[in-house]
């Protein structure tokens, strides 16, 4: 008997019935609680790093120069080591993400949500349990496999078992974790800090509650009904989407999944296949928005906040209070991208976005440049409290916005014999660059200053023209349908899709190892 659920008017189109059924939600929540272990990881480092007792312990230069006050402000904690500590985690997540294509693809989207979850309960243990920085690097590394397979498969099991007409909310409850989990760690810096020799060893090892959820989640969750009929296994894949459907009359969806899993079994290399001609906008978008996600510079406040905050001459209490701030700002603003996405369409939350964040930093440029001098930070309280406001602005704009549509929109517009890759060389771009940014924005601020701020505008002002003509709306296109609807009616895309049958036969044997000519 289906469970119970209320309708869903589906789009124009294909016509798929669907209710928004409680089996759905509560998979989707399970699932989502990977973000909340990326989002804590996330968090965790820069407040830990900014605790005298963890710098003591690992990095006794660090500690030295930040009480001694020889730096320049903008200095105290360049120190590779120090970064490395942060940037570890995602250098790992990058190397995972190739292992992590494949078990998603053979292995479905649940057991490498379960792998991920074993990575993270791991990688906190010997994080909370560091005697000296290789045992701590060593559970970084560990914590990131898990990123690695983590935002591999989370995404596309949100996309794949929302109904298409909520999917851009259900699939933004990963990135909403994030922003929780971001908040939790900012919460739980602020009190471990009080706790001393040993409050960082607290910090680090409450990740093994997002740890164990995703865990329990991974063995409580159905496979997608895509990853089961992928997989050859049919009649599983028909009652599993029966179920989260809630209807009877499944089979316009059923034989659409099973149409597109036919033509992903032809596909011997996907990620050669990733380069055919009429799959290169989906490889260039995906790439270019988590390029321009991490050029944004949110990674670099969200890691480095009560650091940031204590190098514009915040006192240790403050900088982690103003930490906590930002971590709220950042979860209710993502609940707004929650309710408007469906709504109002990924690319006016983007552009909107963009005009936020760019006017924000240069408010914060230009303040830090006239306030705060290598050897004295001269921000009176009015100041510092309109320093936090404007990173407020930045973070609100960017959780409505980059933050959340940088995964959902490579997640939906990928095809599926080349989505399990697509998400791989998404994940990964974005794990290079976060691995760039966190290993190099604590020396870029020692050496830019707040020029760091001008830096990232300018960024701001180039993906907002990226999205203004080159990203086309996905709101309300089912998943299967999107070259049909989307990149053969684009002004700019359509162009990649005009090819001759006969040269697109060529191209798939071409890509699968046989003689043929790409178009």
Known sequence: MPAGGFSV????????????????????????????MFGYDVGISGGVTSMDDFLKKFFPEVYRRKHEEIDSNYCKYDNQGLQLFTSSLYLAGLTATFFASYTTRNLGRRLTMLIAGIFFIVGVIFNGAAQNLEMLIVGRILLGCGVGFANQAVPLFLSEIAPTRIRGGLNILFQLNVTIGILFANLVNYGTSKIHPWGWRLSLSLAMIPAVLLTVGALIVVDTPNSLIERGRLEEGKAVL???????????EFNEILEASHAAQQVKHPFRNLLLRRNRPQLVIAILLQIFQQFTGINAIMFYAPVLFNTLGFKSDASLYSAVITGAVNVLSTLVSIYSVDRLGRRILLLEAGVQMFLAQVVIAIVLG?????????????????????ICTFVSSFAWSWGPLGWLI???????????????????????????????????????????????????????????????????????????????????????MDGDHADEKQGYKRANGSNGVQP
Request: hydrophobic share 50%; glycine share 4%.
């Open 242 to 252: 029966r179920k989260i459907r809630g209807v009877d009359n499944i089979e316009p």
């Open 370 to 390: 006239i306030k705060v001098t290598d050897h004295s930070d001269n921000l009176s309280h009015g100041y510092a409290i309109l320093v936090v406001v404007m």
């Open 410 to 496: 490579p997640s939906e517009t990928f095809p599926l014999e080349t989505r399990s890759a697509g998400q791989s060389v998404t994940v990964c771009t974005n794990l290079l660059f976060t691995f760039v940014i966190a290993q190099a924005f604590l020396s870029m601020l020692c050496h830019l200053k707040y020029a760091i701020f001008a830096f990232f505008a300018s960024w701001v002002v180039v993906m907002s023209l990226f999205v203004l003509f080159l990203l086309p709306e996905t709101k309300n296109v089912p998943i299967e349908e999107m070259t049909e609807r989307v990149w053969k009616q684009h002004w700019f895309w359509k162009r990649f």
């Open 9 to 36: 008017a589906a789009p124009a189109g294909t016509q798929f019935e669907a209710k928004i059924t409680p089996i759905v939600i509560i998979s989707c929540i399970l699932a989502a609680t990977g973000g909340l």
